[in-house]
């Protein structure tokens, strides 16, 4: 069984900064997306930012250019680097791996506490 290994997360005062990261415990065949999701108090999962595996990236519209997705194939790391964090940020972020061919399959990361303080 695979298990996504997430760290980076903790709390931050507004307009700080914070870098996430996600491993996987086992290389992951056919991996060719990975992304963030991040939930807030009471409030649904939402996409903050996706990388395919030839690098291009996509991101949620509100983000405003802050955070900036990464991957270090050679480590088999995603990383999620959040810049002039605001209090709306405040939620857990999930990390997803995806196989979107058949077999498809998604791992997710068991999601990581990130607060942003005044």
């Known amino acids: 069984q695979v298990h996504l290994l997430q760290s980076g997360g903790g709390l931050v005062q507004a307009g700080g900064s914070l870098r996430l990261s996600c491993a996987p415990s086992?290389?992951?065949?056919?991996?060719?997306?990975m992304a963030w999701y991040r939930q807030p108090p009471g409030k649904q999962r939402d996409f903050v930012a996706g990388?395919?595996?030839?690098?291009?990236?996509n991101y949620a519209d509100s983000l405003e250019g802050r955070f900036t997705i990464s991957r270090d194939s050679a480590k088999n790391t995603l990383y999620l680097q959040m810049n002039g964090l605001k209090l709306e940020d405040t939620a857990v972020y999930y990390c997803?791996?995806?196989?979107?061919?058949?077999?498809?399959?998604?791992?997710w990361g068991q999601g990581i506490q990130v607060t942003v303080s005044s």
């Open positions: 990388i395919s595996i030839d690098g291009a990236t």
């Open positions: 086992r290389s992951i065949a056919g991996t060719d997306q």
């Open positions: 997803v791996f995806r196989r979107t061919v058949w077999p498809t399959n998604d791992y």
